[in-house]
């Protein structure tokens, strides 16, 4: 992780810090941090914020075991604001919410951007061990193949009444649509970009 260059005196000696979830992408909370509380956060890798009301540091988490376990810090263009990327253990607010705003916060579709990026480096990091590089590859015939494979599959496993079956060829099937994408070097956005126009007709 990157050398974070924050100006403590500019702002008093705190810094606000947004918490959000690395998955779904949601503002989960807004905390308060000294120099101490980031370099603990750094060192550790569970959030650890300044509390404006104790007078100390304190690691979210510490008593409730509800952590937020870091998994990137981002620093605003002006050096003075904290983005903090985290995977919640359990839910964030003391209330017993998922979020410190009251909503929910069960989706999981931002995954699909991070898996998009894990396909697209193996598409320009090949590895012998990758399976996704070794469809890229065999070329876009046997990329487009394996989309049909699991498109017919799903539509089989729809017949029946079997969740985990459905679920699993479901997953292969949306994976290897991304593949498909990459291999044509086209984005998932332009896709969305087709089905936000249609919505508009």
């Not at 959000?20 to 370099?39: R, W």
């Not at 991070?114 to 015939?141: C, E, V, W």
């Not at 990329?143 to 539509?155: D, L, R, T, W």
Request: glycine share 4%.
């Amino acid at each position: 992780m990157e050398e974070l260059k924050i100006d403590f005196e500019k702002v008093n000696g705190l810094v606000p810090a947004i918490i959000q979830d690395a998955n779904t992408n949601k503002v989960l909370m807004l905390g308060y941090m000294n120099e101490e509380a980031l370099k603990q956060t750094q060192n550790t890798g569970k959030v650890t914020f300044f509390s404006r009301t104790k007078q100390r540091l304190w690691t979210k988490g510490e008593t409730s075991g509800n952590f937020l376990i870091v998994i990137d810090i981002l620093l605003d263009c002006d050096q003075d604001t904290l983005l903090i990327k985290v995977e919640p253990v359990g839910p964030v607010c003391h209330t017993g919410a998922d979020t410190c705003f009251k909503e929910d916060n069960k989706s999981k579709t931002a995954f699909i951007d991070h898996l998009r990026s894990i396909i697209k480096d193996r598409k320009n990091n090949p590895s012998d061990q990758s399976y996704t590089a070794s469809l890229f590859a065999k070329g876009i015939n046997k990329v487009a193949q394996k989309v049909g494979e699991e498109a017919v599959e799903i539509v089989i496993e729809a017949k029946d009444d079997n969740k985990e079956l459905f679920m699993g060829e479901a997953a292969d099937l949306l994976f290897h649509y991304l593949v498909l994408l990459e291999a044509k070097s086209y984005e998932l956005d332009e896709v969305m970009e087709v089905l936000i126009e249609r919505h508009k007709e």
